[in-house]
């Protein structure tokens, strides 16, 4: 079964921790594991810290591969991407991913998700860091280290922090999957299970024993999960036509 699967990293992340997914997935299975400007493979590229302006980074660089049969899956700040991205593609009728997966991500809010991480000090920001998990802890220990990758972390949480979703257009006529950890404070259970309303075609929320990166020791049970539920996706009538505004 030949299929494209794009995984989008969380804020401060890049590739590096999906970099053993691509084995995990049936052989004829194409992973692709994204990077945003300004982190891992495109470390020397300017960040964005506006959502829009990444989702149309992606748009633009990604768009030849954006057809036939395709799936996007993100983490964290990934998720918003892969959710802007669907919506995007929607909106201007092009062909939409025959699956959408969304871990640690809670349900759009009009208003923003209320937390502004990205203003703290930075003795402030890496403490919250390490609380969270995800993040190496040479990158906070080291004065040096932070100075390098300091600014493109703030930066992605100022995207999250300030990102305002594009305004719905209905129920999302794409299969969707959300997945999280049951100790996460960042993206509770409570936050993810509203995404059942905002498809036509809710494969379940799968949560698992962790905080916000639940599957960063072993993902074995996420990547499993994620394979059932794309052949799921498939048997439902996989990709879907975009519908018109």
Do not use: K, N
């Not at 871990?103 to 990205?118: K, L, N, V, Y």
């Not at 004065?143 to 257009?169: C, K, M």
């Amino acid at each position: 079964m030949e299929l494209r699967l794009f995984v989008f990293h969380h804020a401060g992340g890049s590739h590096l921790l999906y970099r053993d997914w691509p084995a995990r997935f049936p052989a004829g299975w194409d992973v692709r594991l994204v990077d945003a400007p300004g982190h891992g493979l495109l470390g020397d590229q300017p960040t964005l810290t506006e959502a829009h302006a990444l989702v149309d980074h992606f748009l633009r660089t990604l768009g030849p591969e954006l057809t036939g049969r395709y799936a996007l899956f993100g983490h964290s700040m990934g998720g918003l991407v892969a959710y802007e991205l669907t919506r995007r593609l929607l909106a201007e009728g092009r062909t939409p991913p025959l699956w959408l997966g969304l871990s640690a991500r809670g349900t759009p809010r009009p208003e923003g998700d209320g937390t502004t991480r990205h203003l703290l000090d930075d003795a402030g920001l890496r403490r919250e860091l390490a609380a969270m998990g995800g993040t190496p802890a040479a990158v906070l220990d080291d004065p040096e280290l932070w100075e390098v990758f300091g600014p493109a972390i703030r930066g992605d949480l100022r995207l999250v922090e300030t990102w305002r979703p594009t305004r719905q257009g209905g129920p999302l006529p794409v299969p969707v999957s959300v997945f999280g950890g049951t100790r996460d404070e960042v993206a509770p259970p409570g936050r993810l299970a509203g995404w059942s309303d905002l498809t036509t075609r809710f494969l379940g929320l799968h949560l698992f024993d962790g905080g916000h990166f639940y599957f960063q020791q072993d993902p074995t049970a996420l990547t499993e999960q994620i394979a059932d539920d794309l052949h799921c996706a498939l048997v439902l009538g996989g990709a879907v036509r975009a519908v018109p505004r």
